[in-house]
């Protein structure tokens, strides 16, 4: 079908050449051209062959087809894609008692014909039913327990079921997780011992024990929290360090050939180790100094005898309050564009409110937005707050400092340029909180174009930092960019465990096991967690409000005013037509404007409103404003209660970068309508101000004081000057930022900043990096669609729609 010249290979070639990894040289194409010369030879062929080397999928091979009009290959490809097998009901496994009436179900789809085999093991299954959809084992014995597969044919076609396991009981049972299980004693099967419920600290070695008399002998089976633990296959279960993420529920599952048993629930506690209860006295540890430690004991208690004691049960620990910052940067103006963290930070998002986080995302920003918005963070926090920071985008780690980028960096980049991740640690600090979490989704290659050792300040010793990296020293973070999926690698995994109730160094070690069974990345990229957390910490502990109201009340005002959205409103034009104004927001940063007729004189035969005039500092693209759909309009993350019904007719507007906002948002609402008797179409415009919506409140674009003038303006961070509170007269005020402050260094004035839109501290690249004058900081760019995000589903084929951060 493609060996021709009108709408053939070369022409395919040209379609498939717009993306860079199957762009074919001029040699190639002659190599394939070539291929006419062999009696059997086929250029087409070659071509194709090609393609599948280098892992092109089918979508965009349609594609590419659809854009030549080739409608008989197209249809070829289509009509054979929709004639493959497909299961839509597979087997499950069963457990029955002797004598019941099993069935085992497989149901699959595709063209017409299709055979079943039943097997049982590697042995066919040759009776009735072992040809059919259901597969009926009547009646139930003993020979029938064991796994179950199916396959399906169409001629030389054939695709296998799941296995599923047919067990056999002979008296009423359960699995580890229902209550009222099976008693201590079945026929033929009796629990003599049962495992016992116990506290133990950090570091003991946990035994528990379950006996059992069965004919013949019995086989044991441990479970923890439902989840069976592998290799404990004994009586006896021996954890020889045990850890907090040892506490829970225990059970043993005892079975043999005929039967099958549950022992009781055991219910282990971990607390604090013997050692680190007892309380301190800190000595001069010099070079001749002797003594390392000294316990603290009660008069007339002997030492050893007051570590034996048994421990308390578990601390239940809480927040003060939970706070997070998430910026997502992927249209960077000179690296490569990213498309996964629109997606990545949504999700976060998402999960971390269902935590009850106050939660800021933010997309797209600049130096010195970045740096402002760090600052408003950090005004967030308190003592006992949890603070948690996630960053999505190009970054790079120096001498065990690692570097967020903006996406105004120059191309050759130094840490003048970037933002300082333990700088922000050590102001964190300051605050005292009760948690610090960073989960820092970025490259942590070496920067070459950077040799200068950053001094972030001394760390206090608060056993309450986590650091989370995406991946490991000197290696590359990933996001696979498909048609249906643009989440990085590091958020496809981090969102299946952040819920999760454990401790936040468990939850992610689970995440990092996660990613290691993923064939994908082993040997390209590892999650790294680096942690003094010494307690057992979790993203899901519980709000407990502290003392100090007024700290709370000015905290939840602050984090409010970033997300005041403008009010719904109805305008009424001349002409008799009503329309309604709303908004939602999507980011912190991005805010979504639909507009909606909700009356019409009868005489008027139809007509819409469009959003027009917009300032120059936000970010529209013309092409997807006024548009029928969220999707069409570029939004593909909004939940369906934040807009309209989509009987509701809606014209959908995107609004990108409301940090850059320094005024009240403007616009002019034009109403086309045209009247039954007329075909002109009239015109009507209202002009309406919104005030300041979102996070343009804070005025990010604007610079803040610095303590003093340091000779580097790294990320300025370490000299910025936090106030512990701000006062606020009404959310709705455009002037209700948090406080305000000047900007660093000894760079432009306060009266340049607010005149010239160019006016920002930011460092911009020189011939010497280490002085800067009154640099200026570079336009944002356009932003890039995005896809859905769908579950993990990554195969090899996939690898060249890697791109690291």
Request: proline letters at 5%; a negative charge; one cysteine or more.
């Amino acid at each position: 079908m493609l060996d021709n010249c009108i709408c053939g290979w070369r022409q395919l070639a040209n379609a498939v050449g717009e993306h860079p990894q199957f762009r074919c040289s001029e040699k190639e194409l002659t190599s394939c051209s070539l291929q006419v010369l062999d009696a059997a030879g086929s250029p087409a062929r070659t071509f194709l062959a090609w393609l599948a080397d280098r892992g092109c999928p089918m979508d965009f091979l349609l594609h590419c087809l659809r854009k030549m009009d080739n409608k008989e290959a197209l249809q070829f490809l289509t009509t054979t894609g929709s004639e493959q097998i497909s299961i839509t009901v597979q087997p499950q496994s069963q457990q029955a008692s002797l004598g019941s009436r099993v069935v085992l179900t497989c149901r699959a789809s595709g063209p017409p014909g299709l055979s079943y085999q039943w097997f049982k093991g590697k042995e066919e299954i040759l009776h009735e039913t072992g040809s059919l959809a259901e597969l009926v084992l009547c009646p139930l014995g003993p020979a029938h327990q064991g796994y179950y597969i199916c396959r399906i044919n169409h001629g030389g076609q054939c695709l296998f079921s799941t296995w599923a396991h047919v067990r056999l009981l002979h008296s009423a049972g359960s699995s580890p997780g229902c209550s009222s299980l099976f008693p201590g004693s079945v026929s033929g099967l009796r629990i003599s011992q049962q495992p016992q419920t116990q506290a133990a600290s950090e570091g003991d070695v946990l035994v528990m024990k379950c006996k059992a008399e069965a004919n013949p002998p019995p086989q044991y089976e441990w479970y923890h929290n439902k989840m069976p633990i592998p290799q404990q296959k004994a009586c006896s279960l021996k954890i020889p360090c045990v850890t907090t993420e040892h506490r829970g529920e225990y059970r043993c599952k005892v079975f043999n050939l005929y039967h099958e048993a549950w022992s009781d629930t055991a219910t282990v506690t971990i607390g604090p180790s013997s050692v680190t209860d007892a309380s301190w006295v800190e000595v001069d540890r010099g070079l001749e100094s002797q003594e390392v430690q000294r316990l603290k004991t009660g008069l007339g208690i002997n030492p050893v005898q007051q570590m034996a004691q048994p421990p308390p049960a578990a601390k239940n620990f809480y927040a003060t309050d939970k706070v997070a910052l998430l910026i997502g940067n992927m249209n960077y103006l000179h690296h490569t564009q990213l498309t996964a963290p629109i997606s990545d930070v949504h999700e976060l998002t998402n999960l971390l409110r269902q935590m009850d986080f106050k939660v800021v995302s933010l997309l797209d920003l600049n130096w010195q937005e970045m740096n402002s918005a760090v600052t408003e963070f950090l005004l967030l926090l308190d003592k006992g707050v949890y603070g948690l920071l996630y960053f999505a985008g190009h970054g790079y780690e120096n001498y065990g400092n690692s570097f967020m980028v903006p996406i105004d960096a120059p191309a050759s980049y130094t840490s003048a340029h970037c933002l300082c991740v333990q700088r922000i640690l050590t102001r964190m600090q300051e605050k005292k909180t009760g948690l610090n979490v960073f989960l820092l989704d970025m490259c942590r290659k070496r920067n070459p174009n950077d040799d200068l050792i950053v001094q972030p300040g001394t760390l206090k010793v608060t056993a309450n930092i986590v650091f989370g990296y995406a991946t490991c020293v000197d290696a590359e973070a990933y996001e696979v960019k498909r048609e249906d999926v643009s989440n990085g690698i590091f958020i496809s995994f981090l969102k299946q465990r952040v819920c999760e109730d454990e401790k936040v160094t468990v939850m992610l070690d689970r995440v990092a096991e996660d990613m290691g069974r993923c064939a994908i990345t082993r040997g390209r990229q590892a999650l790294e967690l680096r942690s003094n957390l010494s307690e057992r910490r979790s993203l899901t502990d519980r709000i407990q409000p502290s003392d100090s109201s007024a700290s709370d009340s000015a905290r939840n005002l602050q984090w409010a005013v970033a997300h005041v959205l403008p009010e719904s409103r109805c305008l009424h034009f001349d002409c008799g037509v009503k329309v309604q104004l709303g908004f939602a927001a999507e980011f912190s940063n991005i805010m979504v404007i639909y507009t909606r007729i909700l009356e019409k004189p009868a005489e008027i035969d139809s007509c819409c409103a469009q959003l027009t005039d917009f300032p120059q500092e936000v970010d529209i693209d013309l092409k997807k404003s006024n548009q029928e759909t969220l999707f069409e309009a570029g939004c593909l993350l909004l939940i369906k209660e934040e807009v309209p019904s989509p009987e509701a007719q809606s014209l959908y507007t995107r609004i990108r970068s409301l940090q850059r906002l320094r005024r009240d948002l403007t616009f002019t609402v034009c109403l086309h309508y045209t009247y039954s008797n007329m075909d002109e179409e009239v015109q009507e415009r209202l002009p309406v101000t919104v005030g300041k919506p979102l996070v343009s409140k804070l005025n990010l674009h604007e610079p803040r004081t610095s303590r003093s003038c340091s000779a580097y303006s790294y990320s300025s961070l370490d000299s910025f000057n936090y106030l512990e509170c701000s006062s606020f007269t009404s959310v709705d005020s455009a002037v209700n930022t948090w406080p305000y402050h000047g900007q660093t260094g000894s760079a432009v004035s306060h009266s340049n900043s607010l005149t010239s839109p160019r006016s920002a501290n930011v460092p911009e690249e020189t011939d010497s990096p280490g002085v800067f004058d009154s640099p200026q900081p570079l336009t944002s760019s356009k932003s890039l669609p995005h896809c859905q995000v769908n579950e993990i589903n990554y195969k090899f084929s996939d690898m060249y729609n890697f791109h690291s951060f």
